[in-house]
């Protein structure tokens, strides 16, 4: 290959090619031994200027055409009168590398820098230097071969911020976040599968220790911030460590139910759960699952969204409380106890006794004292009647001082032994209330087999107006002597 043939090659490589002499750096080099450096980073941390010094000791020789149009420089000389364009700024910091590889003792360098085109274009380039062979003793023919990797790099640093970006929604998201494997629930999904098992739910049914086993060989990959606040626990270690005790009791039929959707095929999931935070507070939870896009074969990868729901959950807890209770008295109400009669009416059981009860002087502690007054009596008689009732019995506020204790499966004899009880409570009560006396007047009735309940909530009714109407006529009123009058 002749002469010619060689500086045709280097002119036309698809590569920035530079043919440069380093002798003067080698000289310069040889004067800092002298001297006694034995340190080249160390020395150009003390002395920065002496990197420049290097740089310019650096001689460019002749470049290729793909130097030129990579540098959008007209010829060699406008490339050669700019490098101070092309050298700068972060580039001085990864030529501090290559001349330490020089320094100590390597013919061949690289590193990864950055230059900049004439007109201020940035490109990140892949550098690869060699001292040309015969030329070692003296650096006057160093060969340097530039790659243009900008797009490359640009990419990466697209994909690092992309991620970056994920990660920091993951780390800094309101809402609980777990990364979880489940890949080894999936190969035991596949095995029952494979044993001809069609329908899953009567498969778990018989076989509740395949769900536990299921659970156990979940692996939890990540958690965030707010996941460590929400269950109490200092770091993600202590948390997994707790894990028997955040997901435990009606967790496991959560968690079939999970499963069953996963066999048909439900990668995501939405579902209200309760666990427990590191202190055993109840959470409520609603679970987002979702097996993450690209780990659909193999699940390996599925995020769990726990939103806090706790507060909600009681406001409708309060809510459908309100539906049912007098807030006062802390009994059913009205609308309970027609519901609860009509039930009792067309599915018992049987027999069934109503007493009907009424708040004695109700009108006359509001007219004398304030309705204050009235408000502490009937809290009274609610606290009286309700510390006796115990399901499936219910007691109820039907009216402004009147109530209703509804007695499935109880008998006339067994209402009496319950008013008796009553009004034994009622007395104690008076003993702490001694200004205000709590009364009482109660009448009960048994439904005959196939009697209608509004007919036996009527004889209830007359027997306790019977007895309201004694407790009026009596000026020295035993309060002591069971007042119930039984209507058959």
Known sequence: MTRNDDAEMFDLAPVSLWLEDYSALKALFGSWRAAGVTDLRAHFEANPARIQECSACIRVIKVNRKTLTLFEADDVGHLIANLGMVFRDDMLATHVDELVQLWEGKTAFESHTVNYTLSGRRLD??????????????????????????????????????????????????????????????????????????????????????????????????????????????????????????????????????????????LFQLRE???????????????????????????????????????????????????????????????????????????????????????????????????????ALLRRAGEVINSVIEKPAHACRIGGDEFAILLPEMDEAEGEALIHTIQDLVAINNTFYPDLTLSLSMGLATANRGERMEAVVKRADLAMLEVKRLHYSEAEHDRRRPQHIRMS
């Open 273 to 375: 759960v309760v666990n427990y935070a590191l202190d055993g507070t109840k959470l409520n939870l609603l679970l987002q699952f979702s097996v993450l896009p690209g780990r659909e074969h193999d699940w390996s990868q599925v995020q769990l969204a726990l939103t806090d729901i706790t507060a909600r959950k009681k406001a409708e807890a309060y809510l459908e409380y309100l539906g049912t209770h007098d807030v006062l008295t802390k009994l059913y109400n009205r609308t309970f106890y027609v519901d609860e009669l009509n039930r009792l009416e067309r599915k018992g059981p049987h027999p069934v006794t109503i007493i009907m009860v009424d708040l004695n002087g109700l009108k006359a502690a509001n007219d004398e004292f304030g309705h204050a007054a009235g408000d």
């Open 125 to 266: 380039i892949q550098l690869h230097g060699r001292i040309l062979p015969g030329h070692e003793d003296s650096w006057d023919r160093v060969l340097i071969a530039i790659e243009d990797v900008t797009d490359r790099e640009n990419a990466r640093r697209k994909l690092a911020q992309s991620e970056g970006y994920a990660l920091g929604l993951f780390a800094h998201s309101p809402v609980s976040l777990w990364v979880e494997d489940f890949s080894s629930v999936k190969k035991l999904i596949d095995e029952v599968r494979e044993r001809g098992i069609t329908d899953f739910r009567v498969f778990t049914d018989v076989h509740p220790e395949f769900v536990t086993r299921c659970l156990s060989e979940i692996r939890v990959l990540d958690v965030n911030q707010r996941t460590l606040d929400l269950f109490g626990a200092p770091d993600k270690t202590a948390l997994l460590r707790a894990l028997p005790d955040v997901f435990r009791d009606d967790m496991e039929q959560h968690f079939r139910e999970q499963l069953i959707d996963l066999w048909e095929g439900k």
